[in-house]
């Protein structure tokens, strides 16, 4: 056990590294979810950074993204220090990120505890998600475990993957009298409603929600453990952080990993694997349907941003920044302006913006809107 | 009979007065539907105006449209005479219109005869409507008639009213060997599908067009007969017609005119109207879906005009110009971007688009884009 608290070793790492393409036209390739004001005045990203508050100081919050959204990331969000937005030269999943992530807190502090979160949910209650992340650096500071967040599921999602738990987790040297953890019988994937609400009636089960806590030595020797080559990349980057060859470096370094999510490379392989009941409202808000169940509607449940006028129309969202929208007679509409393009689909297919950002990649003429 | 041919006293009188409003954001104040080229290159005016080539010469091709369009129809329209577009300094439905026409014409010509046409209908085989009004206008410098066209119904349409035909018509100092022509019993409102269907098994139909062909004289002598104020305003206004002070003049005539359509005024009333077969091919575009049955379609039956991406998409109407619209699992929507506004309804709303119109003009922010 370390003498200082184990907040004085703490790091956060947000992992901001998509480009949101469910959110195009107003997500580009510039201009990434992250960095749009979906939910408030501030952008993902910010409200990300700003739910660190009193948890986290500022000099020890990471950003990864990809190493072309640096420069607009600094841009967009000036509280973060610009040297903490680290630049992923190439994708390499979220495994990867995480084991860049480890060898930048281990280089800074080689006590160092940092807690994996994203620009992509929305919370709610926030001391609550302060108090849990909290003590689960606390925990990961003080026992070898890894630590993912588990949400105690609010209806029988089959939206989530899932954390079966097994039996209590009793940590040394940590308070978790607010924050119970278990152990972790196993991950599983997305159910169907059946599955779904079978797990709630067991007691047993939360949402993955991709959030993780670990000291940057536990999660180096789970790599060692179950992805050899990542402990290695971690051990050969940590000398050149901060340093002029940091970039060389790291793309040597990154280019051969594979592509393996955090999930799949260590969470569902490792033994040592703990959670903490999140208990605080939370959401992973990946399009737009998600993003306007937080947003404010109308009595006819249409969520509007912008100039809109609506006659007989129900749930739709349509964002009109710059001009008016007029509708009439529709229903479950997504209708989204931004720039030069506007996007219309149903709430139902609004996964499937994906596709057609695909299909204006292959024309040359639509690349300024991308 | 007159010596000359009764061409060389044919005027033709295009009504385009509306805004046209099932046609915004398109359509504006300023750039009403008829100005608008929604089936060509050319202009719903123009189309109307080029129609006439070969049948009526330009200067005796008059345009009836509000006070406030005639310089935006002058500048749109090129081909017209200035002093051939005349202003109607307010609103007063088409009996007026049609008696404001009446008294320009007998000004310039005491023997005049003339069809009313508007900027309303899109049409086929423009022989065949050449040689119909051509007939037509032989028929009304040699008879006492008023002749009106009707049109071979296509199908049993429940979007006219139709004119019930009695006996043939034997017209005198006419050739109407290739347009037949018959006396008419009635004139009947839009009907329903199964009474449509019966007028049409009986044979003795057509749909009313709106279009008709008289003479001055016989015009201006049943609206004596019918609605004598019209006869006394057509009097009083002839002697100032190309002064200096025909704009005084018919704005103290006009202004007291009942508000009521040439239907209800004369046809329904007059006795001595006779229908000439129109053959050609013939509809009223009065909204969205109608323009959009006379163009082009893709396989899956949308019309899309400009940058339009289209995915999993049926049957829609998207007007793009100058941005890029994708559309992802929508069916029979209509899309249309103009300037700064966007309307989005249903095919079957279309009709009220007029409604978001007239609840735009209550709010001073959007007088702009109206």
Redesign the interface.
């Known amino acids: 056990m370390s003498a200082s608290s184990p907040l004085d070793h703490a790091y956060a790492v947000i992992l901001a590294g998509g480009y949101g393409e469910r959110f195009w ?1 107003l997500s580009t390739m510039a201009r990434p979810k992250q960095l749009l004001s979906l939910l408030s005045e501030r952008t993902m990203l910010e409200m990300a950074f700003d739910r660190l508050d009193g948890l986290v100081p500022h000099e020890r919050v990471l950003v990864l993204t990809s190493a072309d959204l640096v420069e607009p990331t600094i841009a967009t969000a000036p509280d973060l220090r610009p040297e903490n937005v680290i630049g992923e030269p190439m994708r390499r999943d979220t495994a990867a990120a995480v084991a860049l992530a480890a060898a930048v807190v281990k280089a800074r502090d080689p006590e160092g505890v940092f807690c994996i979160l994203t620009a992509d949910h929305v919370m709610g209650d926030l001391d609550l998600f302060r108090d849990t992340i909290r003590t689960g650096l606390e925990v990961a500071a003080n026992n070898d475990v890894l630590v993912t967040i588990g949400i105690t599921p609010a209806h029988p999602s089959t939206a989530f993957g899932y954390v079966e738990t097994g039996d209590p987790f009793d940590a040394q040297n940590a308070d978790t009298s607010k924050i119970p953890f278990h152990r972790v019988a196993r991950f599983v994937e997305k159910p169907d409603r059946e599955t779904a609400e079978g797990y709630l009636a067991t007691g047993r089960f939360w949402w993955n929600s991709g959030m993780f806590v670990w000291s940057a030595d536990s999660v180096t020797a789970s790599f060692a453990a179950h992805r050899p080559e990542l402990a290695e990349f971690i051990n050969e980057l940590v000398p050149f952080v901060d340093t002029d060859g940091f970039a060389d470096a790291l793309a040597a370094g990154f280019e051969p990993l594979e592509k393996i999510s955090i999930d799949y490379a260590l969470m569902e392989k490792a033994d040592n694997i703990v959670m903490a009941e999140g208990s605080f409202s939370w959401d992973d808000v990946g399009s737009w349907p998600e993003v306007a169940n937080h947003l404010p509607s109308d009595e006819a449940g249409n969520v509007t941003r912008g ?1 809109v ?1 609506v ?2 129309s129900a749930n739709n969202i349509v964002l ?1 920044d ?9 229903e479950d ?1 997504v ?1 989204v ?1 931004a720039d ?7 709430k ?2 609004a996964q ?2 994906k ?2 950002v695909t ?2 990649r292959a024309n040359p ?2 690349q300024n ?1 991308l």
């Open positions: 036209p100039d006028t006659l007989d009109s710059g001009r008016l929208t007029a509708i009439i007679g529709i509409l209708v302006h030069g393009a506007t996007l219309i689909c149903p139902d297919r499937d913006v596709k057609i299909e204006l003429d639509h809107l």
